[in-house]
Nanobody
Framework: QVQLVESGGGSVQAGGSLTLSCSVSGRIAGISHMGWYRRTPRQDPGNQRELVAVITSDGRITYTDAVQGRFTLSRVNGKNTINLQMNSLKPEDTAIYYC???????????????WGQGTQVTVSS
């Protein structure tokens, strides 16, 4: 069974840094785009997750305005693994972070896989 596995979350103070990692366990062919998403405490569990950043098959990376200049998405060559380096963290970055494989280059639904467990990031002021 193919699954998404996120790791690297934790609790930090504002201004701190964390690096998240996402890997695809199991065999899956033809992964083009990969993205990071988050659900904040303010968001209804039934709502879609907010797109944080996406990397397309040709290496283009797009960030949501809220994290531009602070977060860096990278893809491990030859592997279905992406990382998210998060610097200058703010309390409003507190969320559960997920990764997925969007079928569109804009990073939005639909997605190739079901959502994983995510990894919790908590930023205190």
């Amino acid at each position: 069974q193919v699954q998404l596995v996120e790791s690297g979350g934790g609790s930090v103070q504002a201004g701190g840094s964390l690096t998240l990692s996402c890997s695809v366990s199991g065999r899956i062919a033809g992964i083009s785009h990969m993205g990071w998403y988050r659900r904040t405490p303010r968001q209804d569990p039934g709502n879609q997750r907010e797109l944080v950043a996406v990397i397309t098959s040709d290496g283009r990376i797009t960030y949501t305005d809220a994290v531009q200049g602070r977060f860096t998405l990278s893809r491990v060559n030859g592997k279905n693994t992406i990382n998210l380096q998060m610097n200058s963290l703010k309390p409003e970055d507190t969320a559960i972070y997920y990764c997925n494989i969007p079928l569109n280059a804009n990073g939005l639904a639909p997605y190739a896989l079901s959502w994983g467990q995510g990894t919790q990031v908590t930023v205190s002021s």
